[in-house]
């Protein structure tokens, strides 16, 4: 089975900064990978790169088997999910969604109504975007990442906002998505949520891959060995404070 994901030596240079230097990835199919690094760290812009919203100064990449130079090819095989979501206000959820079914050319009726019953919006589904909650509307846009069931989810802070209740439904779905064939790049920067979901870690930090392993492991390592220690100084180690439960 060919990789998800591969690059090599893919690299973004803004001016006179390198955002990401010489990235050599290899990610299995049906996988998850978690992304780990600080704020700022250049994942945001690795995964532009990989969905073809940003060209690469140097180096290539091939996600599902096609270039990233070649974004027609791409696009159908792929959703993103960026930390803030294009949701419509104007819009209901349902008309959101059927409009997000129409843009990809797919009949999803019927898998729009069972993922809005699985999220819990199904009662909720008439009213306007505009008026949910942060959770409500994270939830819409994950629907929307995977309504046409592409091969390779990406998802960028997908729990960031979320009370418990709310991201623990959004892990769960995580964990759905590769039993069901698909392969997840999640960035975070928070450790639990990759410990929970991820197969392999990857550990960027100032544009660098500086480290890369199970979670167990890099876990391990990381209690032990200080210079990854100072690899994670801005990266949590706790899940957000409780937020109120929301719908």
Known sequence: MR????????????????????????????????????????????????????????GTARVAGHSIADRDAVVPHIGYMPEEPPLYDELTAREQLQYIAGLRNVEADDRIETLLRRFDLLDDADERVGTYSKGMKQKTALIQTVLHEPDVVFLDEPTSGLDPRAARTVRELISELTADGMTVFLSTHILPVVEELADTVGVLYDGSLVAEDSPERLTHRAEKEQTLEDVFLDVTSEEPAPAPVER
Do not use: H, Q, W
Not at 37 to 54: F, H, S
């Open 3 to 58: 990789p998800a994901i591969e690059t090599d030596g893919l690299t973004k240079r803004f001016d006179d900064t390198t955002v990401v230097s010489n990235l050599e990835l290899t990610v299995p199919s049906e996988s998850v990978y978690g992304f780990l690094g600080p704020n700022g760290a250049g994942k945001t812009t690795t995964m532009r790169m990989l969905t073809t919203l940003t060209p690469p100064t140097s």
